[in-house]
């Protein structure tokens, strides 16, 4: 199990790098809606990849108990198609032209004027629309998702990687709950450094899961 979980876990923590959720999260405690708004985005954009996680190992599970036939090649495949849509994502963010504003004035619009019931909301809908995270998740799942394992095994370990990939997510607003006189000062620090960086590592990050996805997908098939 520890070899599993390791290994689901260094996939997760391609999370911790999720600029633009990490960036919203701090806008929102920043904001005029407070802490309550950004807790709000926490709460769903954890609760979501939580539900994500679960569902997908009690599913694959219930199908593994139900068939007495071998996995197959649909995880390896899976991982080639990950793969190459992902190096596609860091060939498309190499060719556009650095940003000379990173924070977009609509976005601001959006959330000093957000309640926390809509924060919830737009924290759970970044989950599924933001593919290269949910690849990156839903590839350390997998990890868990075809081992050898028991059931409530699996699902210590989905819930060990949500914990993990959500981290930065969550950083944030324990940063301002534990230091709420200076954590203004602590986010504006994060978010300037994040927005600074923003570009290698929407670069970088797709570059070197996609090429392992790729790598391990094929050494599946062969």
């Known amino acids: 199990m520890l070899t599993v979980l390791s290994q689901s876990l260094i996939l997760a ?3 911790i ?13 920043l904001s005029d809606g407070g802490w309550h708004s950004g807790l709000a985005y926490m709460l769903g954009y954890v609760g979501s ?28 495949f ?12 860091t060939q498309n963010n190499w060719r556009k032209p650095p940003a000379e504003n990173n924070e977009s004035p609509r976005l601001f619009a959006i959330i ?12 759970a809908l970044v989950t599924v629309i933001n593919f290269k995270n949910l690849a990156i998740y839903l590839s350390a799942v997998s990890v868990a998702l075809v081992a050898d394992l028991s059931l409530p095994a699996k699902l210590v370990i989905v819930l060990l990687d949500v914990l993990v990939f959500c981290a930065a997510v969550i950083a944030p607003v ?13 986010l504006n620090w994060i978010k300037r450094t994040l927005e600074a960086q923003r570009r290698p590592i929407g670069i970088w990050v797709p570059f070197v899961f996609g090429l392992i996805f790729l790598i391990r997908g094929i050494a599946g098939l062969l």
């Open 112 to 123: 000093d004027n957000i309640s926390p019931p809509k924060a919830f909301a737009f924290g």
């Open 174 to 186: 324990l940063i301002y709950v534990s230091f709420p006189k200076q954590s203004d000062k602590q």
């Open 78 to 89: 899976l991982f080639v198609i990950l793969g190459i849509l992902l190096l596609w994502l």
């Open 17 to 29: 790098l999720s600029v633009g959720s990490i960036t919203i999260v701090i806008l929102l405690l």
């Open 13 to 15: 923590a391609g999370g």
């Open 49 to 76: 990849y939580t539900l994500i996680g679960v569902s997908a190992v009690l599913v694959g599970y219930t199908v593994a108990e139900n068939s007495s036939e071998e996995p197959g090649n649909f995880i390896p």
